[in-house]
């Protein structure tokens, strides 16, 4: 058994910048739809609430995935490699659906009503969704330039 192996800084960073971008466009679109009237302003912490855990569970999902891509002896074998990816991307899920619930549960307690809850759903998958996208476009073109050591 290989020890826990810290994620890539490519994978650090990839994050970081997409957090940077459309973290802050999405924070800006949730406050900007309660300015301007699309949604009533009690609902706006629920969507910031969902924004703020999926841009968690994304990070969760980002060091599985750098874990995924992180060079390992069983590599050499295709049918070992397409399990730890499937395993990493699972684990991924998991994270998701964990903050998911801990939003969901968090609403509840609070005695927030349907409306709340719809809020915290549709920004946390178009959060979620936006950033997974953004940090896996980043990851890929990075790994598809050519390094400044090849022969190219």
């Known amino acids: 058994m290989h020890p826990a192996k810290p994620p890539s800084p490519s994978a650090a960073r990839a994050y970081g910048r997409t957090l940077a971008t459309v973290g802050a466009s999405l924070v800006a679109a949730t406050l ?3 300015a301007a009237n699309i949604y009533a302003w009690d609902l706006a ?3 910031l609430l969902g924004v703020s855990l999926a841009a968690a569970a994304v990070a969760v999902g980002t060091v599985f995935h750098a874990r995924a891509k992180k060079g390992h002896q ?8 397409a399990q730890r990816m499937q395993a990493m991307l699972g684990g991924s899920f998991v994270a998701k659906l964990l903050f998911l619930g801990l939003g969901f549960g968090g609403l509840a ?3 927030m009503k349907f409306d709340h809850q719809v809020a915290f759903a549709l920004a946390f998958a178009g ?11 980043r990851l890929h ?3 598809t330039r050519p390094s400044p050591t090849s022969n190219r």
């Open 127 to 137: 959060a979620a969704l936006s950033l997974q996208l953004g940090t896996v476009l």
């Open 74 to 81: 069983f590599d050499q074998d295709p049918h070992l490699a």
């Open 141 to 143: 073109g990075r790994s």
């Open 32 to 34: 900007g739809g309660a």
């Open 109 to 111: 307690v609070a005695g």
């Open 45 to 47: 912490p629920a969507a």
